[in-house]
């Protein structure tokens, strides 16, 4: 990732399969626009790249399985194919994928380890309606619960203000929600010129990188990091200056905790289908046991008549 702009040629691709493409999407452009006058979006990227893939069914020749913001960069994932596309839906949909972001705050953030938890809605006011806003402030629409995880990796300046480096990771998936929920705390993402009310325009881009992305895909797992351009080597006006932990290590920590959480699911569900089975079983018994007693008083009728001959 480099501080130039995104041209027609310069897409990366992180993960190439036969049904599916994981790009890390450059910070200043859109996944695709309907807009004859933008030229340069993830989906011209790609049919430049690979047009022997595009599918001519689809409006945009290339199926998104999920969506990042146009000053957010990152592991895109890319379907080549309706079924694969399925199978990834039903994992976004089901909210077992797991997803991390790397960010710069302004600020630097005292709580080290925290969940945010701010409903979010649509913002009415006027001037504001392509924004979203938390539950309780004026014009907020609609709000829907949220929930964002936050780890502190390092505090240190960049160009002589205080940020804080973190890793976020969605447990929901709202538009805008990291943008928002770090705003919320009184720490916005450097460089977010809209949640800044256009006075954070200093940056060459918003500090907002999607790091991890893991789709738990039957037979064989998803799984693609999208490297760290918050590095000093990368953009000199970072300036780290104390570590609380490692990406590396805060990330294994993270997919590990999602994979014991999974499991967990995994065995509730297998228990609550052995409790249904067995309450099946007794109803059954319960109808044999009552079906004997009737088959019992009719024999017994039956003999009776009989024996009375």
């Not at 991390?100 to 409903?119: H, I, K, M, N, P």
């Not at 829907?144 to 447990?171: A, F, H, I, R, W």
């Not at 104390?242 to 228990?271: H, N, Y």
Request: charged share 30%.
């Amino acid at each position: 990732m480099t501080t130039e702009s995104a041209s027609l040629g310069s897409l990366r691709v992180l993960l190439q399969s036969d049904d599916y493409i994981v790009v890390d999407k450059h910070w200043d452009i859109r996944i695709d626009s309907k807009m004859w006058y933008e030229k340069h979006t993830v989906q011209a990227q790609l049919g430049h790249r690979f047009p022997q893939l595009a599918d001519p069914s689809t409006y945009y020749g290339f199926r998104f399985c999920h969506q990042l913001d146009f000053s957010t960069s990152g592991a895109l994932c890319v379907a080549l194919n309706k079924a694969a596309a399925g199978r990834a839906y039903r994992c976004f949909k089901d909210r077992t994928v797991t997803k991390a972001y790397l960010a710069l705050v302004r600020g630097w953030v005292e709580d080290e380890t925290q969940t945010l938890d701010f409903s979010i809605g649509k913002n009415s006011l006027e001037g504001k309606t392509h924004m979203m806003c938390i539950e309780g402030t004026e014009g907020c629409e609609n709000p829907k619960p949220c929930q964002t995880g936050l780890m502190v990796l390092e505090y240190g300046l960049y160009d002589g203000d205080s940020v804080t480096k973190v890793l976020l990771q969605p447990l929901t998936g709202r538009t805008h929600q990291l943008r928002v929920h770090c705003s919320a705390i009184g720490h916005p993402i450097v460089g977010d010129f809209t949640y800044s009310s256009g006075a954070d325009d200093a940056p060459y881009r918003m500090m907002l990188h999607a790091h991890l992305l893991h789709i738990p895909l039957e037979p064989e797992p998803l799984l693609v990091s999208a490297g760290d351009p918050f590095l000093p080597t990368a953009d000199p006006k970072w300036l780290p200056q104390r570590s609380l932990r490692t990406l590396p290590a805060t990330v294994e920590a993270l997919l590990e905790r999602r994979v014991e959480e999974d499991r967990k699911i995994k065995e509730e569900k297998r228990e609550m289908a052995r409790r249904e089975e067995e309450r099946r079983k007794g109803r059954r018994g319960q109808r044999i046991e009552e079906e004997s007693e009737d088959q019992r008083r009719q024999c017994q009728e039956w003999l009776s008549e009989w024996s009375g001959d």
